[in-house]
């Protein structure tokens, strides 16, 4: 199983980045994509998260509005689109996929960092 995260790096307050995640090793479309974040000192929170087959989504209330989570289940790939970025927006970012009703089956990639900052 392999979660591949990339498209962080420095973006300045107000601006945009899209962030990939690429699957492997598992049955993609079957499982729940997700994507956490961890500031320094601060534990790792859910940004978004989005259902097998792309039908529900849900955000937190820090980024409704300005971050979109959507998934390409022909390319094993989850991304997230992050608008109108600000400094606490400021972390790792995590992909996550999950499958099960007691997340029997729960893997993460390694994280990308984004740095909102002028």
């Known amino acids: 199983v392999q979660l591949v995260e990339s498209g962080g790096g420095l973006v300045q307050p107000g601006g945009s980045l899209t962030l990939s995640c690429a699957a492997s090793?598992?049955?993609?479309?079957?499982?729940?994509m997700n994507w956490y974040r961890q500031a320094p000192g601060k534990e790792r929170e859910l940004v978004a998260g989005?259902?097998?087959?792309?039908?529900?989504?849900s955000y937190a209330d820090s980024v409704k509005g300005r971050f979109t989570i959507s998934r390409d289940n022909a390319q094993n790939t989850v991304y997230l689109q992050m608008n109108s970025l600000k400094p606490e927006d400021t972390a790792v970012y995590y992909c996550?996929?999950?499958?099960?009703?007691?997340?029997?089956?729960?893997?993460w990639g390694q994280g990308t960092q984004v740095t909102v900052s002028s």
């Open positions: 090793g598992f049955p993609f479309s079957s499982y729940e």
């Open positions: 989005l259902s097998s087959f792309g039908g529900t989504t």
């Open positions: 996550n996929a999950r499958y099960g009703p007691f997340a029997d089956y729960n893997y």
